[in-house]
């Protein structure tokens, strides 16, 4: 009767931790709806200024590369002159993309050399491109980091794009690859991630988009875009690292990428190597982060909820087991 009472148990115990997950899941069941819940596990908060930090001062809990380039990578960095300038060098880098070729699209979510060779292939998506941008900042010595848009309260519908610094002019400029351009202001001064939002806020007309490519810009017009970015202008925010290389190198992460990709994530999340997400704070947006930190906390109280019943479980099983080999 004991050896019975203790297998029912066991399945209670199972069904206990099987129903929030299933529920879970019900609610958030698709690809954007999955990345909200990502996002949700990371997710932080900061001020405007608090993004405003010079790229020569990354804060100490910025995780910052410092991995040897794979071979793959440093095979197409190119020699940068002394003269040249942080976005024109990078632009000049960023050719190896062939951003004049039509892309295929399609998410590549590998290790960067691997990215790298399917973005040559026409293949990726907005945040395949920021990765590889990424790297090449590394390898040249150029500042960079990433940012990203929202348009579903800081979901999995969005954008990335990258920010680079410019030492000599102290200044940060963003960079959208994905899409070919970069934001300039009337005086054609390259825009920063932060002075873009702005502007798409009080004045579009002050915003200049210069192309890098007319067979690869994003849109029909210039006009179409700046209504696509606006539809974001409350949801951006800041991934915190820029380490894609040592993300890939770290062992569990490559265990659990040829699993699956949301596998990678979970576990990147769940050991700190998955970079924080810093929403920036402003009155329009404080409904959708109320949204994203309650989830926040609810997610984890589940994953402490199914780890204490998941040890309960695995401690009733041995000790059935026991009972069942000492009668033997």
Partial sequence: MNQLVGWRSCAVLLAMMLLPVVLLVANFHTGTELVRLRNAMVFNVISAEQSQWPGDQFPESFRQELAPLPQAIARVIISPEQADEPLAL??????????????????????????????????????????????????????????????????????????????????WIML????????????????????????????????????????????????????????????????????????????????????SPHLEQMVAILIGQFPQLMAIAEPDNLHLINNMQRLKIMLWALFFYELVLLLMLLAMLITLLGRRRARI
């Fill in 90 to 171: 990078m632009l000049q880098q960023a050719a190896v993309l062939n951003l004049d070729q039509r892309r295929r699209g399609g998410a590549i979510q590998a290790d960067v050399s691997t990215t790298l060779a399917k973005i040559q292939q026409q293949q990726g998506y907005c945040a395949d491109y920021t990765e590889v941008i990424n790297v090449f900042g590394y390898a040249l010595n150029i500042p960079v980091r990433e940012w990203a848009l929202a348009f579903d309260g800081f979901g999995g519908h969005g954008h990335a794009i990258n920010e680079i610094w410019d030492q000599q002019a102290k200044r």
């Fill in 176 to 259: 959208d690859v994905f899409n070919g351009f970069y934001p300039v202001n009337q005086q054609q001064q390259p825009l920063s991630v932060l002075e873009f939002k702005q502007l798409l806020i009080e004045d579009q007309s002050q915003i200049g988009l210069v192309r890098l490519s007319d067979k690869t810009f994003g849109f029909k017009d210039d006009a179409s875009a700046l209504a696509y970015y606006h539809n974001g202008r409350h949801q951006f925010y800041l991934w915190w690292a820029n380490d894609n290389i040592s993300y890939d190198q770290q062992p569990l992460i490559k265990l659990a990428a040829k699993v």
